[in-house]
C-alpha cells in the first residue's frame, strides 16, 4: 500500500507517519510513504519501505499532479494553516486551506481519467466548523456555521469531499479533531494553547498562564487519540457512512477546573501551583464562541474512540513526550 | 442607487428586473440597472433610470471586475446553470456556479480595497442544500448535506457569504428560494418540472404528464413570491441576521393531490382531465430525496412571506401569465 500524508511536517503528521513506519496499517504491508509539506518531513525512524519527503504547496501549478502521480492509495490530507493564521491573512488561509484542498481533489479526478482510481481519502476538519450559538451537546445533525475563515475553509473542504465521493471520484472522510490536548512542543499564541499549556508547563517543572475562568468547558483528546483517529478511517468500511462523509469525533468534555484536578492527581500540588492566573477578556471571548461538548453518536457507532478522563490524557503526554518520567 | 442583476436573463432575473423597473425599491431612486448574462438580457419596459445589458461569464477572466468596477450599491447575483446541467457536467456546475460566484465576491473586495466598498449582496441559493434524510419539517438549525452537486455548490456559496459577510466585505443574505411553481414557458426535462406542468399546461387548455404519485409532498413558491423575497431581502436590515446569513424561506408545503384540488377548484374538471398518470421511477426515486416541509422561523419573524394556498399559487399564473383569463 502507498500513503500519501499531507501536512507531514505538523505535530500530528510526524505522530502519524512514525506510527505508520512502526506499526503498518491493517492487513496490506506499507510499501511508500511519501510525506509532503512546506517545509522537508523528518523521514520517520525504523521504516522498512521507501520513504519520499516532498517539499510542496499543494496549490502551486503542478504540485498536486505530482503528489498525485505516485498513485497512493491511501491519502492523509492533513495540510493546512491554523485557525489564527488564516484570520489574520484571508488570501493566505483561503490558498492554502481552499485552494490546495480543491487543488488534490482536481489532481485525484484527472489521475482517475487517465486510469481507474479512487484513493480512499481521510481529510482533518475541525470543530472549528460550528459556531455559537449552539447547543450544551452539539449533535450530529446540527448545522455547521463557523465563525472563522478557518472554520468556512474545513466546511468547505467537508462539502467537497462529500460531493467529490459521490461522484465516485475518491471514497473520503471527514473528521472533525476536537481541540488537541496536550499539545507537545512550545507555548504558542494560538487562543487555544492555554488548555495544553496549563498541563504541559507544570508537567515539565515550568510556570503556565490560565487566562480564563476554570468554568470554561472544552472539547479534547489526546495526539495520541488524533492518530488512532486517522488510522481508524483509513480502513473503516465507509459504505456504513452513507453520504454524509464526515464527522464529529468523540472526545473530552471538561472543564479547565477538571483538567486542573487531574493535574493534581497524577503530579501533585507542587505541579498546579505552577499555574498562574492572569484573566485574559480577550481571550475569554474568543473561547465562549467555542463549542463545548458533542454528541458524536455517528463516530462511536463506528468504532472511533477518545480517552475518557483527564488523568489518562495526562499520563499519554508522560509516556509519548516525557519518556515516561516528570520532572520533579 | 445602482443595481446589479447577475443571471438576468433567467425567468426570475427577467421578472425582478421588470419590477425594479416599474416600482423601484424602497426610498432611494434606482438610477442604474446593470442585467448581466451569458445571453443578452432584454431590457425592462418603462424605465427611466440607465440600463446596460451585458454578455458577460463571471467565472472568465476580469469578467466579474468589470461589472463590480461600476460599484453597484446592490447586487441580485442569480446566475447558476441548472440542478439538472450541473450534475450532467460536473465541471461546467463547478465553474458556473461556484468559480463564478467565488471571481463576484473576489472582485468586490478587489474594489473595496481601492477605496471603501460593502455592496448589499443577495445571493439565490436553494432547498437543494438539503439532502436526505430529514425530518418532515426542516428547521433552521437543520445541517446542510446536499446530495446533488448543484446543492453543493450553493451550500458553499452561503459559506463563502457568511465569511466575506463577517469580514465586511459585503454584507450579504443568502435565500434558499423554495421551487418555483408555476414556472412559466414551455415544459422541461427538469425532474421538478411535473410540478409546474400539471397546472400550467392544463390552464393553456393542453394535456400534461404526472409521473409520480398524488401522495408526493414538496415546498413550492410563487415566481411573484420569489421576486417579492429577494426585494425584501434588499432593504432589510441585516444586522437582525447575525452571523447565519442564509436562511430558509416561507413556502406552501402541498401534495400533488392538494395542487390537483386547487386547479379543480380554480380551472375545473375539464382541467383536470388534461392531466394524464404516467408514473416513472426514475422521477420518483429523485423526487423522493427532495424536502417535502419546512419550519422557516428565522425568515418568518424577519417578515418574508408566501403563498398559504395553491389556490392562491394558480390564480397569481394566471393574472401574471395569462393576462387574467383561462384557456376556456
Not at 482517475?112 to 482510481?117: C, E, K, Q, S, V
Request: net charge neutral; proline share 7%.
Amino acid at each position: 500500500m502507498r500513503i500519501l500524508i499531507t501536512g507531514a511536517a505538523g505535530m500530528i503528521g510526524r505522530k502519524l507517519a512514525a506510527s505508520l513506519a512502526a506499526d503498518g496499517l491493517g492487513e496490506r504491508p506499507v510499501t511508500a510513504l511519501t510525506l509532503a509539506d512546506i517545509v522537508a518531513p523528518a523521514p520517520p525512524p525504523g521504516f522498512a519501505g521507501a520513504v519520499a519527503p516532498v517539499v510542496a504547496d499543494l496549490a502551486a501549478p503542478g504540485a498536486a499532479a505530482g503528489l498525485i502521480g505516485a498513485r497512493p492509495d491511501l491519502i492523509f490530507h492533513l495540510a493546512a494553516i491554523v485557525s489564527g493564521e488564516a484570520e489574520a491573512d484571508f488570501d493566505k488561509g483561503y490558498r492554502i486551506n481552499l485552494a490546495g484542498t480543491e487543488a488534490l481533489f482536481a489532481a485525484i479526478r484527472a489521475e482517475g481519467r487517465r486510469a481507474p482510481y479512487r484513493p480512499r481519502l481521510v481529510f482533518a476538519s475541525s470543530i472549528a466548523v460550528f459556531g455559537a450559538p449552539f447547543p450544551e451537546r452539539i449533535g450530529d445533525e446540527f448545522l455547521c456555521a463557523p465563525l472563522t475563515s478557518y472554520g468556512t475553509q474545513k466546511a468547505i473542504g467537508e462539502l467537497l469531499l462529500a460531493d467529490h465521493s459521490r461522484r465516485g471520484f475518491l471514497d473520503g472522510i471527514g473528521l472533525r479533531l476536537p481541540t488537541i490536548c496536550i499539545r507537545p512542543g512550545a507555548p504558542n499564541k494560538a487562543a487555544s494553547g492555554f488548555f495544553s499549556n496549563i498541563l504541559r508547563e507544570p508537567l515539565a517543572g515550568r510556570e503556565a498562564v490560565l487566562p480564563v475562568s476554570e468554568e470554561v468547558r472544552h472539547w479534547h483528546a489526546s495526539p495520541r487519540a488524533a492518530v488512532g483517529f486517522l488510522r481508524h478511517a483509513a480502513t473503516l468500511d465507509l459504505a456504513r457512512l452513507g453520504a454524509r462523509r464526515s464527522l464529529s469525533l468523540p472526545g473530552l468534555s471538561a472543564t479547565v477546573g477538571e483538567q486542573i484536578v487531574a493535574l493534581r492527581a497524577v503530579a501533585g500540588e507542587r505541579a498546579v501551583a505552577l499555574i498562574r492566573r492572569e484573566p485574559d477578556p480577550a481571550i475569554a471571548a474568543i473561547v465562549a464562541g467555542w463549542p463545548r461538548d458533542f454528541a458524536p453518536e455517528r463516530a462511536l457507532a463506528l468504532g472511533f474512540c477518545a480517552e475518557t478522563s483527564f488523568e489518562e490524557i495526562i499520563r499519554i503526554h508522560i509516556e509519548d513526550e516525557l519518556g515516561g518520567r516528570l520532572a520533579f
